[in-house]
């Protein structure tokens, strides 16, 4: 198992970016894909983007393409999500996650992060 530690959330204004990390201990990140999930209050988890092991494979949930972009560097056994033009919908409690294959699925995923909280104010 590979154990995650989310951060980089905070309070930013709408318009303003942040860059959330999930570093990695007990195995490689390399041989994992990553992904973010999201919650907002009393909304259910959503999915918001995904990497595979290579870095060849990226998806991302229509909400938030064009403006979030999802990293890993393995060399520092972190995965990153940077968030660019971030809008008040925006706010949740933001969770990394890993598995061996790249998936969008919320239950695919068995390593979890525990969480960084983006509040996007108006």
């Known amino acids: 198992q590979v154990q995650l530690v989310d951060s980089g959330g905070g309070l930013v204004q709408a318009g303003g970016s942040l860059r959330l990390a999930c570093a990695a201990s007990g195995r490689s990140i390399s041989g994992y894909a990553v992904a973010w999930f999201r919650q907002a209050p009393g909304k259910e988890r959503e999915f918001a983007a995904a990497i595979s092991w290579s870095g060849a494979i990226i998806y991302y949930a229509d909400s938030v393409r064009g403006r979030f972009i999802i990293s890993k560097d393995n060399a520092k056994n972190t995965a990153y999500l940077q968030m660019n033009n971030l809008r008040p919908e925006d706010t949740a409690v933001y969770y990394c996650?890993?598995?061996?294959?790249?998936?969008?699925?919320?239950?695919?995923?068995?390593?979890w992060g525990q969480g960084t909280q983006v509040t996007v104010s108006s």
């Open positions: 996650a890993a598995h061996y294959g790249i998936s969008r699925l919320e239950h695919e995923y068995d390593n």
